[in-house]
């Protein structure tokens, strides 16, 4: 189902080749997750394109692609000769970027939730429980 490198630093990412999400897309949102909840910062040494490839054991220009697209977005700063790093500029997401990202979350988590045998008002329910009541909406 997925396949899950560790690059030595209590990060790991896990592909799900089932989910239709391309995998390149699943490497983004995965270290932005990472970098958002604390689990990358700024300096943090990512593997080399070749070695992510080798441990998620796919094609060197996906994780090529994730990358080049990571740094474009300000998530990480590569180095000629020394690697690639997390960058420490803040992540400014655009409308479309959180609503695509907001999207794929609530299809995985229905999809999810189906296959366990619950209905999507029994999801929905569960959602507003664990909601905070004064939480104000962005």
């Known amino acids: 189902m997925g396949r ?11 592909l799900d080749l089932r989910s239709g999400v ?18 990358l910062a700024a300096g ?8 992510l490839a080798v441990d998620l054991a796919i094609n060197p220009n996906t994780v090529l692609r994730a990358y080049r697209e990571l740094e474009l977005g300000g998530t990480l700063e590569t180095h000629q000769g020394t690697g690639t790093f ?4 803040k992540i400014v997401k655009n409308n479309a970027e959180r609503e695509r990202q907001l999207t794929q979350l609530a299809s995985e988590a229905a999809a999810r ?3 366990a045998g619950f209905t ?19």
């Open 4 to 14: 899950t490198p560790a690059n030595g630093q209590g990060f790991q990412l896990k």
């Open 22 to 39: 391309p995998v390149y897309r699943q490497i983004i949102d995965q270290v932005r997750t990472g970098v958002a909840a604390g689990a």
């Open 44 to 51: 943090d040494q990512l593997p080399t394109v070749r070695q």
């Open 86 to 89: 997390i960058s420490n500029k």
């Open 113 to 115: 939730a189906g296959a």
């Open 120 to 138: 999507l008002e029994e999801l929905l329910d569960r959602l507003r429980e664990l909601t905070p009541h004064s939480t104000p909406r962005r």
